[in-house]
């Protein structure tokens, strides 16, 4: 199983980035895939999730009415629309994966599948 986390960069204050994450070696529709990020000195957090059929989404509250995570299980692919964004978003990004249908863990711990991320840099 391969997960490949892509579209970073460097963006002003109040930008936006499209992230895309794109699985292989699994049957993706299965699968939930969550975001989430690690600033520079701090721990992993959420950022998103979704669940198989992408109908159901979450997200922390740090980016909710910012972002959105679209999901096109026929291009095994989900994404992170960050609009609005902050320097406090500055994080390297990470695409997860974990079998099932709804399941909506934070908890990092909980998956089993994770690309490598991909670095979002905001500039004030």
């Known amino acids: 199983v391969q997960l490949q986390a892509s579209g970073g960069g460097l963006v002003q204050a109040g930008g936006s980035l499209r992230l895309s994450c794109v699985a292989s070696?699994?049957?993706?529709?299965?699968?939930?895939v969550g975001w989430f990020r690690q600033a520079p000195g701090k721990e992993r957090v959420f950022v998103a999730i979704?669940?198989?059929?992408?109908?159901?989404?979450f997200y922390a509250d740090s980016v909710k009415g910012r972002s959105t995570m679209p999901r096109d299980n026929a291009k095994n692919t989900v994404y992170l629309q960050m609009n609005s964004l902050k320097p406090e978003d500055t994080a390297v990004y990470y695409c997860?994966?974990?079998?099932?249908?709804?399941?909506?863990?934070?908890?990092?711990?909980?998956?089993?599948?994770w690309g490598k991320g991909t670095l979002v840099t905001v500039s004030s």
């Open positions: 979704t669940n198989s059929s992408g109908f159901r989404k």
């Open positions: 070696g699994l049957t993706f529709m299965n699968y939930v």
């Open positions: 997860a994966s974990r079998y099932g249908n709804n399941f909506y863990s934070r908890d990092s711990r909980e998956y089993n599948y």
